[in-house]
């Protein structure tokens, strides 16, 4: 299989994704219903409906009310067609890319709704563990109890980091979400995995809080998704969690 035809793939993909971002929250159906601005409910023939393409031949703007589309179309869309094709790269036609294609392809929807919901939904977790279950327990990608102890030891401890956190903060810092988020991410991931990823995720967060203070001048929104924040954590470990590692333990040796 060529590359340019699995990175076509990854665009179709990453479409989909962008109608499960939309729909799932909403409770619409996600086959067999065509494409509608969300604006002027026009519905939107094929041929304006391309990946990438479409969005830059209509500039942008509904080709039928001038409303415009969300840069998050196109990024999703690329990104996912990014992903599709390192995990391709990485581990060919196997049961591994199927099982990681998953993983990663909910972490997209996942982020994408918690940034617009704060939510981060009990029905997609458990499509993506159901999948990730079957996929593993017919592929046989990780052992089955390096994946429970992930799953266990993912949302033990996020488990802890959230009861910590909202005493500290006062505030539900963290909800359960993220909770369940990493107990189905440790499954995919295993146990060293997750723990290092949730640590990374933890960094990734701070550093972006970090830099929203800088830029709102010293004031936080309330409450900060940070679903998206582990769900990078999760994608760069997935590819670079070992040389990471790796590279974080020459630091102090
Ligand atoms: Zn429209």
Redesign the pocket.
């Known amino acids: 299989m060529s590359e340019a035809f699995v990175i076509l793939i990854g665009l179709a993909f990453g479409s989909f994704l962008n109608v499960c971002a939309y729909r799932i929250p909403r409770k619409k159906t996600l086959l067999f219903s065509r494409s509608q601005?969300p604006?002027?409910g026009?519905t939107i023939p094929f041929y304006y409906n391309i990946p990438v393409l479409s969005f830059i031949l209509l500039k942008g703007k509904?080709r039928?009310?001038g409303?415009k589309i969300s840069f998050q179309y196109p990024i999703v869309e690329l990104f996912t067609a990014f992903i599709t094709w390192a995990l391709f790269v990485n581990f060919g036609l196997t049961a591994q890319t199927l099982f990681y294609a998953v993983f990663v392809y909910s972490l997209i929807v996942i982020a994408v709704i918690d940034i617009k919901t704060h939510l981060i939904l009990n029905k997609v977790l458990i499509v993506v563990l159901v999948l990730g279950l079957l996929i593993n327990f017919f592929g046989r990608v990780i052992p089955f109890i390096d994946a429970l102890l992930g799953a266990v030891i993912g949302g033990g401890v996020m488990f802890l980091v959230a009861i910590l956190g909202n005493r500290i903060f006062k505030q539900e810092a963290m909800g359960m979400g993220d909770v369940k988020l990493a107990l189905v991410s440790g499954f995919f991931l295993g146990w060293k995995l997750i723990l290092w990823s949730l640590y990374i995720g933890f960094v990734i967060a701070l550093l972006s809080i970090g830099v929203i203070w800088i830029i709102k001048k010293k004031s936080v929104p309330r409450h900060i998704p940070m679903g998206p924040f582990f769900a990078s954590g999760f994608i760069l470990n997935l590819f670079y969690g070992q040389q990471l590692f790796e590279w974080y333990l020459g630091l102090f040796s």
């Open positions: 601005c604006n002027c026009h509904c039928y009310c409303e």
